[in-house]
C-alpha cells in the first residue's frame, strides 16, 4: 500500500518537474517502519533527509516536538540506506515520526522528493538533519505563506553559532559569477562585487527581501507551489538542486522570499564534513548540472571552461604548498580539473553518488 502510494505521487510529482531525463526512484524498495496513521490532518509536512546522521537527527526532532508550532505538524524522515541502524534509533527515540528507509541512497533530491511523495500537510518544509527549530519560527512561515499567495518559497537566516547569524539568500549560477568566484576570494567579491557572491551579502542578514533562491537546509512551500512545479530534480544527486528547484517556483510565477527577524540553527556539513573530495567534486558537478538544466549546454560548456581555468592557475601553487593535507587536496583539484575538462566539450547531465 505505502509503496504504491510513494510511486504514484513521486511520479505524478516528477511529471511535473522535468522531462524523461530526470531519474524516479519510484522502483526503488521502501520499507516505512513508522506509523502510517501518525500523519493524518497534519497541517504542516517536514522532510528530513538522512545518511548516517541519526544523533543529528535526533536532536532535530527533539527542537521539532519540543514546542508549539499553532499547526499540527508530521515529521517524515527518509534514510537513505545509511546501513548504520540509524533508522531504527529515531524510531525508537521519536516513535511518532514516519521512518523511511530506502534500499539505496538517492541523495538529497531523491530522498526529499520521497518524503515529499507521502506528505499529507497544506504546508511543506524541507529540513536538513543538522538543524534545529527555534520557537516560534515554523508558525511564523506558514503564516506568512497564507498572507501572501504571491510567495512560493521561504528561506529564514541562518544562525551558525558564536554569535554568527548569515543569509540564506543566493544568487543563480551562471558562467561569469563562476567565473570571478574561482579567481577572486570571497571576501574581496563581498566587499567590491556584491553581485558576484554566491548569497546576498549587500543586504541586512536578518532584513526581508526577494531573491534568486535560498539555501536549502530550510525550504518552506505550500502544496499548490508544489503541484505546480513538482519535486527536486533527481539528476542532481546533491549541492546546487535548490537553485534549479528555486529557478523553477520563479519561472512559474511564485516569489522566493528571505524572510527576516527569524533563523534556524543550523550545524552545517555534517553529513559530508569527513569526505572532503566527495563534497567538493559532487559540489562542482552539481553546479554544471544545474547550469545545463537552467540555462542550456553552452552555458554549461561555459562555465566548465571557467572552472577549469581556476584549476589550472590553482594547481601550480598547490604543488608547492606543503601541509598535512596536501594529497588530499591535491587528488581534489585533479578530479575536479579532469571533470570541467569533459565539461567543455560534454557537460554533465546529471551527477550520481559516485566520483570514481
Known amino acids: ?13 516528477m511529471a511535473r518537474a522535468s522531462r524523461s531525463a530526470m531519474h524516479s526512484p519510484a522502483q526503488a524498495l521502501l520499507r516505512e517502519i513508522g506509523p502510517e496513521t501518525a500523519a493524518v490532518g497534519a497541517e504542516i509536512s517536514i522532510v528530513i533527509v538522512n545518511f548516517r546522521s541519526a544523533g543529528d537527527v535526533i536532536a532535530c526532532l527533539g527542537s521539532l516536538y519540543g514546542q508549539d508550532h499553532g499547526r499540527t505538524i508530521e515529521v517524515i524522515v527518509v534514510d537513505n540506506a545509511s546501513g548504520d541502524g540509524g533508522a531504527e534509533r529515531i524510531k525508537a527515540a521519536f516513535p511518532q515520526a514516519r521512518v523511511l528507509e530506502m534500499a539505496e541512497n538517492l541523495g538529497f533530491s531523491g530522498g526529499n522528493n520521497a518524503g515529499l511523495a507521502v506528505a ?48 540564506s539568500a543566493l544568487r543563480y549560477l551562471t558562467p561569469g559569477r ?14 567590491i562585487m556584491p553581485q558576484y557572491s554566491p548569497r546576498y551579502v549587500a543586504q541586512d542578514v536578518r532584513g526581508e527581501f526577494e531573491c534568486e533562491a535560498v539555501v536549502g537546509c530550510f525550504m518552506a512551500m505550500r502544496r499548490d507551489v508544489l503541484d505546480a512545479v513538482g519535486g527536486l530534480d533527481q539528476r542532481i544527486f546533491m549541492y546546487a538542486e535548490e537553485l534549479e528547484f528555486c529557478h523553477r517556483v520563479r519561472r512559474a510565477g511564485f516569489a522566493v522570499l528571505h524572510m527576516g527577524g527569524l533563523s534556524v540553527i543550523h550545524h552545517g556539513g555534517v553529513t559530508t564534513r569527513s569526505i572532503p573530495i566527495w563534497r567538493d567534486v559532487q559540489m562542482q558537478q552539481g553546479q554544471l548540472v544545474c547550469i545545463r538544466l537552467t540555462q542550456g549546454k ?12 581556476s584549476h589550472l592557475v590553482r594547481l601550480p601553487i598547490e604543488l608547492f604548498m606543503a601541509g598535512p593535507l596536501w594529497k588530499t587536496r591535491i587528488e581534489c583539484r585533479f578530479k575536479r580539473l579532469s571533470r570541467s575538462l569533459k565539461a567543455i566539450i560534454a557537460p554533465p547531465e546529471r551527477t550520481v553518488q559516485s566520483i570514481d
Not at 519560527?137 to 548569515?166: E, H, K, S, W
Open 1 to 13: 500500500m505505502i509503496r504504491a502510494l510513494v510511486a504514484a505521487r513521486l511520479s505524478s510529482h
Open 120 to 167: 499529507r500537510g497544506q504546508f511543506l518544509l524541507l529540513l536538513n538533519p543538522d538543524t534545529e527549530m527555534p520557537e516560534g519560527v515554523l508558525g511564523a512561515v506558514c503564516d506568512r505563506l497564507v498572507a501572501d499567495p504571491r510567495i512560493g518559497v521561504i528561506g529564514v537566516p541562518q544562525d551558525v553559532g558564536g554569535g554568527r547569524i548569515v543569509t
Open 178 to 191: 563562476i567565473f570571478v568566484r574561482s579567481l577572486v576570494p570571497l571576501q574581496i567579491i563581498a566587499r
Open 298 to 309: 553552452g552555458a554549461a560548456r561555459l562555465a566548465g571552461a571557467t572552472i577549469t581555468l
